[in-house]
């Protein structure tokens, strides 16, 4: 749990501004509401906070303070065990805009950007974060549509996001 925490720290002392890429925008008219609940990554850009990890989910819920209380969770392969990491996220302007900041330490912020979201059914969403070097896809399910898939990575890709170094997340312990 420590190397998680670490790792997510260090995400964050790298890019303590809550900022978004040139040239992308956040997505307008999102509902929060219908964000919160369990999400489960699909695809990634590789950052040690996560690598040895699998089966990553993030599941959100609101806070007393309005906030949104962050938990990400994922099965460590060496060591065999759950992995978890508690953050907050605040919204940097209207919270019909996908711009958020997330903290999982103290002070240090970085960017939560959704730059691509099912607004009809709340099924799938990409995030950028600060810089190009920050994505995911996440999706309600443990698997994705490919042709969904398919269309978020060329959206990806023509927003300049390295594509061809996307990981993409065994959840064969999604069930469990």
Request: contains cysteine; hydrophobic residues 35%.
């Amino acid at each position: 749990m420590k190397k998680l925490y670490f790792m997510i720290i260090t995400l964050f002392l790298s890019g303590c501004s809550a900022s978004i890429p040139d040239g992308i925008e956040p997505v307008s008219g999102f509902e929060v509401n219908r964000y919160l609940g369990k999400w489960y990554e699909i695809a990634r850009l590789d950052h040690s906070f996560e690598r040895g990890l699998n089966n990553i989910s993030a599941e959100y819920s609101l806070r007393e303070d309005g906030n949104l209380r962050v938990l990400n969770r994922g099965y460590n392969i060496k060591k065999k065990k759950w992995q978890d990491a508690e953050g907050k996220a605040k919204f940097t302007g209207s919270s019909d805009t996908g711009s958020l900041k997330v903290s999982f330490f103290g002070p240090f912020y970085g960017g939560y950007n959704i730059i691509e979201l099912d607004k009809q059914n709340y099924q799938y969403v990409m995030i950028a974060g600060n810089d190009r070097s920050y994505f995911w896809i996440l999706s309600r399910t443990p698997k994705l549509a490919p042709n969904i898939q398919k269309k978020l990575i060329a959206k990806a890709k023509n927003l300049g996001f390295p594509v061809d170094k996307l990981i993409y997340v065994d959840h064969s312990l999604a069930t469990r």
